[in-house]
């Protein structure tokens, strides 16, 4: 009954708002996704009919209600010299074949679905938490920078491109003000933001952005304004236009196995790149969504999602993709909130292909500009330049250069570096941390009582606080208040005690855990004799699963 429950509730709580935010983002996505496909170098339609599998797929089985997915050009990026290779492969044949670049985009697929499948089956999709937070800002101001520039390649050329401002300044100026459809399109731009800026202070009963799209539209439409349109922009990128019909099962692709001979080097690598691009960005979307609706979701569920939408792609003519920040806080803002929501977005998005063509191909592209516009500015960590000077020097770094990476380089680079940055400053931390506190015993025994963490960084340190020499003939180390928390830890123990035996010296070792003990053991019989039991001792161990665990600890009887 409880199950049942929560499956309505993730399914739809208000099926009103999930429905008019589906079709919200629907409206969204047409132009990313034939965006992001002309940079990939494959069809609009590919493009659209990737953002419908991913989107319907993840919807339904992922493990985000109301998070978006499609075509991202995160991925597209990554696909373009694939498909490139392809295309001079399939050229040069003794009979060549046109378009295997994208045959060969399919197959790679089917791999990177593999791969996110095998993430999510051995729960690999935890290791999202352990991104520390200056790299989720950065995360975000990057991907909100990247979500900004990619929509100026939307803007027709406000100024001819043989003008320079720097020599011509007089001239650069004239020919902008002299413009008339780029302010044109800023005006409509404008109109669509203020819509979107002012509506919900009056009502939040219907998404703003949706009425600011009908709004604007209906202007251009009905007062038969020139202006760019989703439509004409399909057409100017080599497109024919929006109509299409179902995906089709692509069994020809497994005829095209034998053309890989030799490349098989570039398919795996790029499918490795492409299922790690996609797992990054959509676990990071998955966490910044919780803090929005604050909410928990399944990221290993997710992982497994995006594999099966991906491997679908593969076999009915998709491009790919995985979840989409910008398309995610228009369904979340707009009020979408269940899985209702993705659902109605994917399925809207088929209907305008088969159905609606010519219809959403009048859209003007300055709406949804305005709305992406004001993505942007709702998905930008404002927040990050109040407190970049109150932060730690070190995570300000952080912060910083995985937003430059994520928009110099790409998503995927940028967290992995932000995450080496930060565990290496972390690191470096608790290595100057470890002290030794020394006092003589009256009985002429030196303790040294050994405080702060003893692992791989601190070793050094800790060598450096004995005096094998120079030490009285009995020692004891206390480890009280220390954790030995790896092997090389262990090992500086282990080379210690000989140092002191070598010296012909008695040394005790106190306060150890369980398991350094049953270690120490196994390295050798002599630490019987080192080690000395005490009803005091550490019982730290691997945390178990807290998942596991779903009453208070108090009801569970430990050992």
């Keep these: 009954m409880i ?4 499956t309505r509730k993730n399914f739809t709580q208000n099926p009103k708002n999930d429905i008019l935010s589906g079709l919200t983002v629907a409206l969204a996505l047409v132009p990313e996704a034939v965006a992001f496909a002309f940079v990939a170098g494959v069809d609009p339609l590919v493009g659209l009919y990737g953002a419908f599998m991913m989107g319907i797929v993840t919807a339904l089985f992922g493990g985000r209600p109301g998070m978006i997915s499609g075509a991202t050009g995160a991925m597209a990026v990554v696909m373009v010299h694939l498909i490139q ?51 989720m800002m950065g995360f975000v101001n990057g991907l909100a920078i990247v979500i900004f520039l990619s929509q100026l390649g939307l803007f027709p050329n406000a100024v001819p491109k043989d003008i320079s401002i720097w020599s011509n300044t007089s001239q650069w100026f004239e020919a902008l003000f002299s413009n008339g459809t780029f302010w044109k399109m800023m005006g409509f731009i404008g109109l669509t933001m203020g819509i979107m800026y002012g509506l919900p202070k009056l009502t939040k009963k219907i998404p703003a952005a949706l009425i600011a799209i009908i709004v604007v539209a209906c202007i251009t439409i009905f007062g038969s304004i020139e202006m760019s349109t989703v439509g004409s922009f399909i057409r100017e990128g080599g497109g024919e236009g929006l109509q299409g019909g179902l995906p089709t099962f692509q069994d020809q692709v497994f005829g095209f196995f034998g053309t890989l001979s030799g490349h098989w080097d570039l398919i795996i690598s790029t499918a490795f790149i492409l299922a790690a691009v996609g797992l990054i960005e959509s676990l990071m979307t998955l966490n910044l969504v919780d803090e929005i609706t604050e909410t928990r979701g399944n990221g290993n569920r997710e992982c497994i999602a995006q594999g099966g939408a991906n491997m679908l792609n593969g076999l009915f003519g998709g491009m790919g993709g995985c979840a989409m920040i910008g398309q995610s806080i228009i369904n979340v803002d707009s009020g979408g909130r269940g899985r209702l929501s993705g659902a109605v977005a994917a399925i809207a998005l088929l209907c305008f292909v088969l159905f609606g063509a010519p219809l959403i191909e009048q859209i003007p592209i300055a709406a949804l500009v305005g709305v992406m516009f004001m993505v942007v500015i709702g998905t930008f960590a404002w927040s990050s330049f109040r407190i970049i000077r109150k932060i730690p020097l070190s ?10 990476i994520t928009v110099w380089k790409d998503l995927a680079v940028a967290v992995i570096a932000g995450v080496i940055i930060s565990a290496l400053v972390f690191a470096w931390k608790n290595a100057t941390m470890i002290r030794a506190r020394k006092r003589i015993q009256a009985n002429g025994t030196k303790t040294y009582e050994i405080w702060g963490p003893l692992f791989f960084g601190s070793i050094q340190n800790f060598n450096s606080k004995f005096d094998a020499k120079n030490d009285p003939d009995k020692v004891e180390i206390d480890f009280v208040e220390s954790r030995v928390s790896d092997h090389s830890a262990l090992e500086a123990i282990f080379n210690i005690v000989n140092k002191y035996e070598a010296e012909g010296k008695s040394i005790k070792l106190k306060h150890l855990s369980e398991d350094c003990k049953i270690l120490l053991r196994k390295a050798s019989p002599k630490f019987e004799e080192v080690i000395i039991e005490d009803v005091d001792d550490p019982r730290y161990h691997l945390a178990a699963d807290p998942e596991k665990f779903t009453k208070p600890l108090s009801e569970y009887k430990l050992d």
Excluded: C, Y
């Design 3 to 6: 199950l049942g429950h929560t």
């Design 85 to 135: 290779k392809g295309n001079e492969v399939g050229l040069a044949l003794d009979t060549p074949i046109e378009n295997l670049g994208l045959q060969w985009l399919f197959i790679t697929l089917l791999f990177v679905g593999g791969i996110q499948i095998l993430a999510g089956v051995f729960k690999l999709g935890k290791f999202v938490r352990l991104i520390p937070h200056p790299v």
């Design 395 to 404: 995570d300000a770094i952080v912060l910083i250069a995985v937003s430059a």
